[in-house]
């Protein structure tokens, strides 16, 4: 199994890279807000979906794994087939060697600073996500006491409330960063935001007010994806070479859900097993992810 899911997640990332360097290649830069807050919608509404669909699929565990694959392989394909790609002329493929592959994955934070906080900004911002959704079901046990029945629901219920904003604030704040032409204000707000919509949960006394933070950390996290992605398509290091950029930036997305999990026990041992203290900190982690993106100097 953690062979297989580890397969899984190369996957993805891989997938990944690719998809979203179809932003740089194909839209101009006055409409990439617009489409990445389009982008930003997916991702919660793919939550909602695919949580729905195992539903669906209780009681069979092959159906409960490969309905939501199929369904998403089915799209890939699609989208793929109708996909109007630009082509590398074969006289104009670089040498491929192995040292050249390895060395793709290094960018110069001296050379490329916009792109190194950008990098910075985001890791910290996924940081506080991953500790904020790796633990939910721990914090709402231990915290506010809720039983091992009421926990898969209250989950649901959390994850519903935070993407109906999500929704709305991918739409909205990515299309008002067009019409500004300004990328910054946007995803250090909306960091700022879920900064904040952190230190409501850990302060919740129930159940409501966690829905509250849930609520605000949906806002922030919206806006976030809505503009980071366009934010960070303007200060690529290679504008021929976008899906490798985009592949090293992935990481950033990807590797803070490996060390939240080892970095909480750390976090619980000092705060004496409080998640409050889990929380705040997953807090200041999202503050960082705002004051990161201050120093970016390509874009307003």
């Known amino acids: ?24 290649d194909q839209v101009p830069v006055e409409q990439r807000g617009t489409v990445s807050g389009v982008l930003g919608v997916c991702l919660p509404i793919a939550s909602v979906g695919g949580t729905y669909v195992v539903k669906v699929f209780t009681g069979n565990e092959l159906g409960m794994f490969l ?44 050379r490329h600073p916009d792109f190194a906080w950008a990098f910075a900004s985001r890791f910290m911002f996924i940081l506080a996500y991953a500790f904020l959704v790796t633990y939910q079901a721990y914090y709402l046990l231990d915290h506010l006491g809720s039983s091992e029945d009421e926990v898969p629901q209250q989950i649901f219920l959390g994850t519903l409330t935070q993407a109906v904003v999500v929704v ?29 919509a952190l ?54 997305g990807a ?11 750390l976090v619980l041992a000092v705060g004496d097993g409080s998640y409050q203290v889990l929380y705040a900190v997953a807090g ?9 993106i201050l120093p970016v100097r390509k874009v307003r």
């Open 168 to 196: 709305v604030a991918s739409a909205v704040g990515g299309r008002v960063s067009d019409r500004t032409g300004r990328r910054k204000p946007f995803v250090a707000g909306a960091a700022v935001v879920y900064g904040l």
């Open 67 to 110: 309905a939501p694959c199929a369904i998403g392989g089915f799209f890939i394909v699609v989208f793929a087939l109708y996909l109007d790609d630009r082509r590398l002329a074969p006289a104009d493929k670089p040498p491929w060697s192995l040292g050249q592959l390895l060395g793709t994955y290094y960018v110069s934070p001296r």
């Open 284 to 292: 200041v982690c999202s503050l960082l992810g705002a004051a990161a």
């Open 255 to 265: 590797l803070p859900f490996s060390l939240g999990p080892a970095l909480a026990p």
């Open 1 to 24: 199994m953690l062979i297989g899911w580890c397969l899984a997640q190369l996957f993805f990332n891989a997938m990944l890279a690719a998809m979203v360097a179809v932003l740089p």
């Open 199 to 252: 230190f409501l949960i850990a302060a919740a006394a129930d159940f409501d007010g966690f829905l509250v933070g849930m609520a605000v950390a949906g806002l922030g996290f919206g806006l976030y994806m809505a503009v980071d992605l366009a934010l960070v398509a303007d200060v690529l290091p290679d504008p021929d070479n976008v899906a490798k950029d985009l592949g090293v930036l992935n990481i950033a």
